[in-house]
């Protein structure tokens, strides 16, 4: 099982719509959590970046949330764009005498229709 | 200008050939890493170099071998090339070791 799942595996929402994903996880302790957004053929992208210590952090329409003690993540897109149409990756840091490497979940592939 | 650039971006060859893939970054960074994206779209880290040595080499056949001639450089080199080969192959690179994390384009492999 992998140590970083998300939900939806994948989602068709209406433009201009709202939508939420999850990311729940079980890397402890880590760091920070990291929530990315790869278009189709290109890299992944930075969205967000949250210490263990901070609730949300937002950028533009997305909003990501943690809370630590349930080790849940969301994003929160508002007012969806066609240009939303992506994999969004949830990515757990663990703490470097934990873990070397990043720990990555599947992705949620969104797809915003006009 | 491109932070994380890769070539080619496209990559058709047969099975049992031998192919690179070169990666640049122009950030400063000091870790850079090598992942692959199989058809599932999982990212898995295949190794990652900080200051030109080697710090994570993952379960990876040996056939695939990367070098670091600088900070600025992580190519990898596939010898006898298998179908299961096929995928995309993502670099990326961070200022220090698991910091924030910038990808390049990506090589899609193909071998048929």
């Known amino acids: 099982k992998n140590q970083v799942e998300q939900s939806p595996q994948s989602l068709i929402i209406l433009e201009g719509k709202n939508c939420t994903l999850q990311c729940n996880y079980t890397v402890s302790p880590f760091s920070n959590l990291r929530w990315y957004k790869q278009d189709t053929g290109r890299g992944p992208v930075s969205l967000t970046i949250m210490t263990f210590s901070e609730n949300t952090k937002s950028n533009g329409r997305y909003t990501a949330t943690l809370d630590a003690d349930t080790k849940q993540s969301s994003l929160h897109i508002t007012a969806s764009q066609l240009s939303d149409s992506a994999s969004y990756i949830c990515v757990v840091t663990p703490n470097m005498e934990y873990g070397n490497k990043l720990v990555f979940g599947a992705g949620t592939i969104l797809r915003v229709k006009s | 200008d491109t932070a994380v650039s890769q070539t080619p971006k496209y990559l058709v060859t047969q099975m049992g050939n031998d192919k690179s893939i070169k990666c640049e970054q122009n950030?400063?960074?000091?870790?850079m890493y090598w992942y692959k994206q199989d058809s599932k779209k999982f990212l898995k880290i295949m190794f990652s170099?900080?200051?030109?040595?080697?710090?994570i080499n993952e379960t990876v056949p040996n056939r695939f071998s990367p070098k670091s001639p600088d900070k600025a450089h992580l190519n990898l080199h596939i010898n006898s090339l298998e179908l299961g080969d096929s995928a995309v192959y993502f670099c990326?690179?961070?200022?220090?070791?698991?910091?924030?994390?910038?990808f390049g384009p990506g090589t899609r492999l193909t071998v048929t």
């Open positions: 990326a690179s961070s200022q220090v070791n698991l910091g924030e994390q910038y």
């Open positions: 170099y900080n200051n030109k040595e080697l710090i």
């Open positions: 950030l400063g960074h000091d870790t």
